[in-house]
């Protein structure tokens, strides 16, 4: 026979019961949510039970209320009593044994969960504990149903609840004189005990719960296969006894071969003794006990305990509120959802169902439960427990208590360590960067040595440079190995200055590449010659990049060079001018003849009367204008005999034909050469030094000549001629000659090359060095119908 | 100041037309006329042969220069005296000129006394040609009235035959030859034989 455990529950020793008030509050999504204020108390206390509607203030972050906060909405509502318009449904609950009772404390806290599941509700539960066996007899049953009846009278229950066989049993043998017609629900009732008080009346329901002893020790035989033997420990009270002949009764069901021992009535220390010294293929089943052999009493939840604690087997039991003493676990209703049941099945009572239609389970449900902790223990493996048991007390894992810490920490340790990786190959990469550049730096400074280069960055405000330690006088001149190339822009010789501005600006606008050669004024007065090259970059401020060298020598070797070649121009000019000094005269003498002629003849106009005055100022008029003729021809030949740098002009070749022809008319006149000028209208001009093309003009016209010199007189024709040939002016000088001999024409333009007798073989070769001075090309062909031809390309300054 | 009408012409050739415009004018002033030409063809295709005076030649003409030009004139059979002008001058052009029968070289620029100077020259030479010209012409006149054979009588004179040798000759006797002599004489206008010589050499008997 299976006893209710509420029923046979005993409190220790005297119990005060005081007021206790304990707050839920269970946040809702409305603003407005009951509360449920419950008072308890024993027979020595008022009951009262009140469900109040309270404005909530929801917190923003959290779901919880602090506690301070209500109490002062309670006090302010109770003060009020007009906002308690709502009659309250009542609900007595009657429990047999000490509300301390473990079931109890647990049953109870399902049921009020199950009210609290309907805030629409207002229900005020009362609680009433009959604290059996600890008081009993008829005196005291007597007096607490009068009790009951005057302390409910004017709050008559509308449903009744009883926890345990015996409060059923008290409240059907005194339900005529309570409450008669208000409905029972039954809670924690074994089903051997309602199969003896059947049939009950159609409006006492609820759900008996059973204790499966067989399914728990068949659970355990799975965990422990090779286990020979089962102990069952029981004590020596009424309800001890009675669980002793259930189970004795229901073994013989269990497998052959198990062998059972009951440890039974044995006081306490003995019992632990004998636990302690059980063989290890043994498992052990309690159901508690509420006295030992010496008559000591314990709870059965303290004795399973105890027992626990002792044995060297696995303990099992059938009774959730034994989880956490020490048992394995074993097949057991929850007590906490018979109260949850509970509750919901007199709220259905209290909305008027009908008792009867009212479908119940047949029986509390009885999972398996497992303490996790002594699965561990016994080493039963997780496996092994199936998928539906309710595994307590289960330590989460590291894993599962910190696992999104544990994510986190490790995202941050794989950034930290990646970025650490990153941060070493970084290093590394620098550190082969540093060495690289070191490398770089030194081989650029042997470089800068060798070639006596200084190297230098001007950029927006900061402009440095380096400069070789030894080699350049960018380097003396500065007191450290830095240049600043500001100073070295203000020591530019002022002739160069605006050059190397105009150089600088240019490279700067046009993103490009700049090179310039510029003078430095020394502090001793000579001034050393320098070639700086770079480019601008753009890539952070704007900047230019570069490497400046001490070109003295080479400028010097060139300016003696261009003063050498000048010499030879001059020279050969002074020498060709000889040739034509015939001819030159000749154009001189012809406006100092026409002068002397007009002079005299004007002379002798004077001296007789009347004076022809008209005639006389013309004879005047013409001598002025040959006296300029003659200075005309004085100034250029001047020019032409003077010794000077080259001077870069723009210049109409046209003109420049024209005037050179001058000196020239004469001999050709002599020599009976024809000239013929093809001269193209509207030239644009080129950049070129006059005294260099005249030079140049004069040298091929008297070539030509020369090469016509054996001609029948009539065959003599010279032709110049210019034309625009693709953005160059080109200048030719024909004769008809016998040609130039195949085998000649490369010798020709070479120095000291002539065929003439007495030729010193520089003409052409200066010629063709005038021409490329101008960047230009001086070539000769034969003519097809005879004679050279010598063009002269000199790149023109702009189209027409 | 306008030249006479008797006065000789000066014709100049110079290819700068400063020059010539100069010297003209001084000529002028001297008394000359002056024909210019700017080149030597055009003084050939336009001068006036028949005027009297002389040439201002420039030597350095483009085409036909000077001294080509004091060629093709005497190859014309012109005496024009030339004086020539010139720029610059060397030693051989001046030789070639004279050589040829120039009056004159000069080189520009050239005094006005001296070009006067050199073109009357110039203008008596050919003032004297012209005049001798004349006196050669009248001789012919005078030899072309002489009978056959006076005329062969007067070429035995000039080659130097005696009376006796001319009348052997032409088979007459020594009388008839005197009497032939006495004729061509009053004819020819010469008073004795020796002048008589004479006249024959310039009509180059």
């Known amino acids: ?800 | 100041m306008t030249a006479s009408p008797s006065a000789p012409t000066v014709f100049l050739v110079d290819d700068d037309v400063q020059v010539l415009k100069a010297q003209a004018r001084l000529l002028r002033e001297h008394g000359f006329k002056t024909d210019v030409f700017e080149s030597a063809e055009t003084f050939l295709a336009q001068h006036d042969a028949a005027a009297p005076g002389c040439l201002v030649l420039d030597v350095n003409l483009p085409g036909l220069d000077g001294l080509a030009l004091q060629r093709r004139l005497a190859q014309v059979g012109s005496s024009r005296p030339i004086v020539f002008l010139t720029g610059h001058g060397d030693i051989p052009m001046s030789v070639q000129a004279i050589k040829a029968g120039a009056v004159d070289f000069l080189t520009k620029p050239v005094a006005g006394a001296t070009l006067v100077a050199a073109v009357r020259a110039g203008a008596a030479q050919d003032a004297q040609a012209r005049q001798a010209m004349g006196e050669i012409a009248t001789l012919r006149q005078r030899h072309a009235i002489l009978s056959p054979r006076e005329r062969e009588v007067l070429a035995g004179l000039a080659a130097g035959k005696l009376n006796k040798q001319i009348a052997g000759e032409l088979g007459i006797a020594e009388a008839t030859v005197k009497f032939h002599r006495a004729r061509l004489m009053e004819r020819m206008q010469a008073r004795t034989v020796a002048e008589l010589m004479h006249l024959a050499a310039r009509l180059e008997l």
């Open chain 1, 1 to 800: 026979m299976i006893k209710s455990v509420a029923s046979t529950q005993r409190p220790r020793g005297p119990e005060r019961y005081s007021a206790a008030t304990w707050i839920r509050a269970r946040p809702c999504t409305r603003n407005v949510f009951p509360l449920i204020v419950r008072t308890e108390s024993g027979l020595d206390g008022s009951v009262t039970a009140r469900r109040l509607p309270v404005f909530a203030v929801r917190c923003g972050a959290g779901r919880c209320l602090c506690a301070p906060v209500w109490l002062l909405l309670l006090g302010l509502l109770s003060a009020s009593p007009s906002v308690l318009a709502v009659t309250p449904h009542n609900v007595l609950v009657i429990y047999s044994n000490s509300r301390l009772l473990p079931a109890t404390v647990e049953g109870d806290r399902g049921l009020v969960e199950g009210f609290a599941a309907r805030p629409d509700l207002t229900v005020a539960v009362s609680a009433e504990f009959l604290d059996q066996p600890r008081f009993s007899g008829e005196a005291y049953e007597r007096t607490f149903v009068t009790y009951l009846r005057e302390k409910y009278a004017a709050h008559p229950p509308d449903a009744i609840l009883t926890g345990s066989n015996e409060a059923l049993d008290f409240m059907l043998r005194h339900r005529a004189e309570l409450f008669e017609h208000v409905p029972i629900v039954y809670m924690a009732v074994a089903s051997t005990y309602l199969q003896s008080v059947s049939p009950l009346p159609a409006d006492v329901v609820g759900t008996p719960l059973t204790y499966d002893f067989l399914g728990t020790v068949e659970q355990a035989l799975r965990w422990h296969p090779a286990a020979g033997r089962l102990v069952v420990v029981t004590g020596t009270s009424r309800w001890d006894r009675e669980w002793e002949a259930s189970i004795r009764a229901q073994v013989a069901n269990l497998r052959h071969g198990l062998s059972i021992d009951f440890l039974a009535g044995l006081p306490i220390a003995e019992l632990q003794q004998r636990l302690r010294l059980l063989p290890t293929r043994s498992i052990v089943f309690t159901p508690g006990f509420f006295r030992d052999g010496s008559g000591r009493e314990f709870t059965p939840r303290e004795a399973t305990r105890l027992i626990a604690a002792a044995s060297s087997a696995p303990v099992y039991a059938t009774y959730s509120p034994f989880l956490g003493t020490g048992i394995v676990g074993g097949r057991m209703a929850n007590i906490d959802a018979m109260g949850r049941l509970g509750a919901q099945t007199a709220i259905a009572l209290i909305e008027g169902a009908d008792p009867a239609a009212l479908r119940m389970p047949a029986a509390m449900p009885t999972p398996l439960q497992v303490d996790w902790r002594q699965l561990r223990r016994w080493g039963i493996s997780a496996r092994a427990v199936p998928a539906d048991a309710i595994v307590r007390f289960k330590e989460p894992t590291l894993w599962e208590a910190y696992r999104n810490l544990a994510l986190i920490g490790s995202a941050v340790m794989l950034l930290q360590a990646g970025l650490i990786v990153a941060l070493l190959l970084e290093r590394r990469r620098r550190r082969r960067t540093v060495a690289a550049l070191a490398r770089s730096e030194q081989h650029m400074r042997l470089a800068a040595q060798a070639a006596s280069l200084s190297t230098w960055i001007h950029g927006g405000d900061t402009v440095d440079a380096t400069a070789p330690e030894r080699g350049s006088r960018h380097a003396d001149d500065a007191p450290g190995p830095l240049v600043d190339f500001r100073d070295t822009l203000a020591r530019i010789s002022p002739q160069d200055r605006a050059v190397v501005d105009t150089a600088l600006r240019d490279a700067l606008d046009t993103n490009g590449e700049f090179e310039v050669e510029y003078r430095i004024e020394a502090p001793d007065g000579e001034s050393r010659w320098y070639s700086a090259r770079g480019r601008a970059d753009h890539a952070q401020a704007p900047r230019l990049l570069g490497v400046a060298i001490d070109v003295t020598q080479r400028k010097r070797a060139e300016i003696q060079a261009e003063q050498d070649r000048a010499a030879l121009y001059h020279m050969t000019r002074v020498s060709l001018l000889g040739q034509l000094s015939a001819s030159i005269a000749h154009q001189l003498n012809q406006p100092l003849a026409s002068i002397l002629g007009n002079a005299e003849a004007a002379q002798k106009m004077l001296e007789r009367e009347p004076v022809d005055l008209p005639e006389l100022r013309e004879i005047c008029a013409d001598i002025v204008a040959e006296d300029h003729r003659a200075a005309q021809v004085i100034r250029r030949l001047g020019v032409l005999f003077k010794r000077g740098e080259p001077l870069f002009e723009p210049l109409d070749v046209n003109e420049l034909v024209r005037d050179t022809i001058e000196f020239t008319r004469s001999i050709l006149t002599t020599r009976h050469v024809t000239l013929a000028m093809h001269l193209a209208p509207a030239l644009p001009p080129i950049a070129g030094d006059r005294v260099q093309l005249q030079q140049m003009l004069l040298n091929l016209i008297v070539n030509a000549a020369d090469a016509m010199a054996e001609l029948p007189e009539d065959r003599r024709v010279l032709t110049i001629a210019t034309t625009l040939d693709a953005g160059a002016v080109r200048l030719s000088v024909a004769d008809r000659g016998p040609g130039v001999p195949v085998e000649a024409l490369e010798k020709l333009f070479e120095p000291f090359w002539s065929t003439k007798a007495g030729g010193m073989g520089m003409g052409l070769a200066i010629c063709r060095s005038i021409v490329e001075a101008h960047r230009g090309s001086l070539l000769v062909t034969n003519a097809p119908a005879g004679g050279a031809e010598f063009c002269a390309l000199l790149p023109a300054l702009a189209s027409p």
